[in-house]
T-cell receptor, first 114, second 114 residues
Framework: AQSVAQPEDQVNVAEGNPLTVKCTYSVSGNPYLFWYVQYPNRGLQFLLKYITGDNLVKGSYGFEAEFNKSQTSFHLKKPSALVSDSALYFCAVRDDNYGQNFVFGPGTRLSVLP | DTAVSQTPKYLVTQMGNDKSIKCEQNLGHDTMYWYKQDSKKFLKIMFSYNNKELIINETVPNRFSPKSPDKAHLNLHINSLELGDSAVYFC?????????????FGDGTRLSIL
C-alpha cells in the first residue's frame, strides 16, 4: 500500500527567503502526487499536482514542486516566502495499483516570520 | 458562492446520541468524499461516492453510514456516538473518480462528544 512522509513537523522561514516543505512517498505502482494547504478553521485547498510529464510542477500562489523518482520525493518550494503563506501543508499520494484511495501525510506547519 | 458546504459547522452532543452531517457541492462533480481529521491534524479518508455509488469504504465502524441521495449531496450519519468520534469531519468533491483531479474541500464540521 502507499504511504507518504513529511519529515518535518514545523518549518520556520524568514519573509522573503526561499522555503522548502519536504515530502517523500512509497508506492508499488506509479505515484499521483498532490500538495494541499490548510488555513486555520478551513478546509484543504489544492496547490498543485504531479501525474506525468515535466518533473517540475508549478501551482497556485507561486508554489512549485519537483518530482524526483529516484529519491521518491516531491518537495514543495517557493522562491520568496510571504507571511500569508503561514499554514499547514499536506502532501498526498495515490498509488495507481490501489485504485482511487488517497493517503495524506501528517502535515507540516509552515511559519513565515516577518 | 460556496463550492462545497457542510452543515452544521459545529456539533456538540452527548455520548450515545445519533447525529447527521450534511454536505452539498455545486461544482457539478461526480465524486464526493468524507474525511476525518483528528486532534493531531492527521487526515484519513472514510468514504468515497461516485454518482451516488460507494467506491471507497475504509475501515470505519458500522456506526458511520454515508448516504448520497444525488450526486451533489453526501451526508454522514453517525449512530451511538463515542468519545473517540470527536474530530473535524471534512467533505470533499472532485471532478473524476480515478483520482487524477484535485479535491475541493468544505470547511469542516467540528464534532465534540461530551
Amino acid at each position: 500500500a502507499q504511504s507518504v512522509a513529511q519529515p518535518e513537523d514545523q518549518v520556520n522561514v524568514a519573509e522573503g527567503n526561499p522555503l522548502t516543505v519536504k515530502c517523500t512517498y512509497s508506492v508499488s505502482g506509479n505515484p499521483y502526487l498532490f500538495w494541499y494547504v490548510q488555513y486555520p478553521n478551513r478546509g484543504l485547498q489544492f496547490l498543485l499536482k504531479y501525474i506525468t510529464g515535466d518533473n517540475l510542477v508549478k501551482g497556485s500562489y507561486g508554489f512549485e514542486a519537483e518530482f524526483n523518482k529516484s529519491q521518491t520525493s516531491f518537495h514543495l518550494k517557493k522562491p520568496s516566502a510571504l507571511v500569508s503563506d503561514s499554514a499547514l501543508y499536506f502532501c498526498a499520494v495515490r498509488d495507481d495499483n490501489y485504485g482511487q484511495n488517497f493517503v495524506f501525510g501528517p502535515g507540516t506547519r509552515l511559519s513565515v516570520l516577518p | 458562492d460556496t463550492a462545497v458546504s457542510q452543515t452544521p459547522k459545529y456539533l456538540v452532543t452527548q455520548m450515545g446520541n445519533d447525529k447527521s452531517i450534511k454536505c452539498e457541492q455545486n461544482l457539478g462533480h461526480d465524486t464526493m468524499y468524507w474525511y476525518k481529521q483528528d486532534s493531531k491534524k492527521f487526515l484519513k479518508i472514510m468514504f468515497s461516492y461516485n454518482n451516488k455509488e460507494l467506491i471507497i469504504n475504509e475501515t470505519v465502524p458500522n456506526r458511520f453510514s454515508p448516504k448520497s441521495p444525488d450526486k451533489a449531496h453526501l451526508n454522514l450519519h453517525i449512530n451511538s456516538l463515542e468519545l473517540g468520534d470527536s474530530a473535524v469531519y471534512f467533505c470533499a468533491s472532485s471532478q473524476d473518480s480515478n483520482g487524477n483531479q484535485p479535491q475541493h474541500f468544505g470547511d469542516g464540521t467540528r464534532l465534540s462528544i461530551l
